[in-house]
Nanobody
Framework: QVQLVESGGGLVQAGGSLRLSCAASGRTFRNYNMGWFRQAPGKEREFVSDISRLGFTTYYSDSVKGRFTISRDNAKNTLTLQMNSPKPEDTAVYYC???????????????WGQGTQVTVSS
């Protein structure tokens, strides 16, 4: 079992920056691939980014590529999403997730945090 807790969400102006964190506890953090997903009201949960166990491989959705950066610190059991130049369409609840494989599909991840709200004003 892995427990995940997101933090860092809030209200940010378009063009600003925001840093989301996900603290992991329980089983060994470095054994899991990690992902960020988001869900806007009335929409399905969608992939944002993921990172391999040791951090050597990352993927981003086309909508955030070049603006968001995923990283992890296995010594601190922490996953981070640096959001630069956010846009109003990035407004959503952001979730971190842990799984055995890297995937764009939420169903492939085994453990989820409770989510943190990000609101981007224009």
């Amino acid at each position: 079992q892995v427990q995940l807790v997101e933090s860092g969400g809030g209200l940010v102006q378009a063009g600003g920056s925001l840093r989301l964190s996900c603290a992991a506890s329980g089983r060994t953090f470095r054994n899991y691939n990690m992902g960020w997903f988001r869900q806007a009201p009335g929409k399905e949960r969608e992939f944002v980014s993921d990172i391999s166990r040791l951090g050597f491989t990352t993927y981003y959705s086309d909508s955030v590529k070049g603006r968001f950066t995923i990283s992890r610190d296995n010594a601190k059991n922490t996953l981070t999403l640096q959001m630069n130049s956010p846009k109003p369409e990035d407004t959503a609840v952001y979730y971190c997730a842990a799984g055995a494989t890297m995937s764009l599909s939420p169903g492939e991840y085994d453990y989820w945090g409770q989510g943190t709200q990000v609101t981007v004003s224009s």
